[in-house]
Nanobody
Framework: QVQLVESGGGLVQPGGSLRLSCTASGFTFDNYVIGWFRQAPGKERGGVSCISRSGGTAYYVEFVKGRFTVSRDNAKNTVYLQMNSLKPEDTAVYYC????????????????????WGQGTEVTVSS
């Protein structure tokens, strides 16, 4: 059974940090690019970051560059999203998802049709 399980969400003050985890099972984890997405209240889901199968390449959308860092540990079937300098506008449900890389340009990773999705973890940034 394929599963992606996010964890690490919660309530944090502006300027604070959180580390999200995404743990996979039921498929060959290191064959897949992993993406992070988020959906804020009343808004559509959008991409945040993605990481290559080896972890050697990462992509970020502009509004998280310099604040978020994605990494992965294939031995643990886990991807992390370290989020620093959090802002109220980062409040959202965060999802991880997996997609097979088919030689497309990595900068398009967040626009690809992902195969598997997690259920999400909620992040609230508020004082």
């Amino acid at each position: 059974q394929v599963q992606l399980v996010e964890s690490g969400g919660g309530l944090v003050q502006p300027g604070g940090s959180l580390r999200l985890s995404c743990t996979a099972s039921g498929f060959t984890f290191d064959n897949y690019v992993i993406g992070w997405f988020r959906q804020a209240p009343g808004k559509e889901r959008g991409g945040v970051s993605c990481i290559s199968r080896s972890g050697g390449t990462a992509y970020y959308v502009e509004f998280v560059k310099g604040r978020f860092t994605v990494s992965r540990d294939n031995a643990k079937n886990t991807v992390y999203l370290q989020m620093n300098s959090l802002k109220p506008e980062d409040t959202a449900v965060y999802y991880c998802a997996a997609v097979t890389w088919k030689y497309w340009p990595f900068t398009t990773c967040l626009a690809r049709p992902y195969d598997y999705w997690g259920q999400g973890t909620e992040v609230t940034v508020s004082s």
